[in-house]
């Protein structure tokens, strides 16, 4: 099966291609079941790079390429920018709400991966056989990352 690509230009409100991409791939590889997952850890690669990586310049392109990957599926995110030092965080974000994006992009990826600097990312997703320990781990991650922002909010 071809691997499938999208390119936006750096505006946050090009989100709304991302999500209509990740959709289209879901029903056409009939993924629907983990287009949740897929979505919220893809939709904060695309954040990060088109704030972060390109520092919302729309003359500047985010990249994100669908393909296989052994045993399920994987989305890759580039940008134009410099990359990051993605050595220095954790698994748990930041105070101040920072690295919240690359804890939910970790947390609910079975595999991430960067490269140039850290101006790509690269998400792995197992489609067949998921853990059912895994599954309620993200469940629990996501209601955690709700229930933190709903208090902020409040």
Do not use: W
């Not at 029903?27 to 850890?41: D, E, P, W």
């Not at 599926?73 to 748990?92: K, L, P, R, W």
């Not at 197992?126 to 709903?150: F, P, Q």
């Amino acid at each position: 099966m071809p691997m499938e690509k999208i390119i936006i230009q750096s505006d946050i409100n090009n989100l709304v291609e991302v999500e209509q991409f990740i959709d289209d791939v879901c029903g056409n590889y009939n993924i629907n079941n983990y287009a949740a997952t897929i979505s919220m850890s893809l939709l904060q690669a695309v954040k990060n790079a088109i704030v972060h990586g390109n520092h919302s310049d729309a003359s500047k392109q985010v990249t994100i390429v669908f393909d296989h990957c052994k045993g399920g599926v994987s989305f890759t995110v580039a940008d134009e920018g410099n990359g990051f030092d993605y050595a220095n965080y954790g698994s748990i974000p930041a105070e101040e709400g920072k690295g919240m994006g690359l804890y939910l992009m970790n947390a609910l990826s079975d595999k991430i991966s960067f490269q140039n600097n850290g101006s790509v990312v690269r998400m792995e997703y197992v489609i067949d056989g998921i853990a059912a320990s895994s599954a309620l781990e993200r469940i629990m991650t996501l209601k955690n990352y709700y229930a933190l922002k709903t208090a902020v909010n409040a």
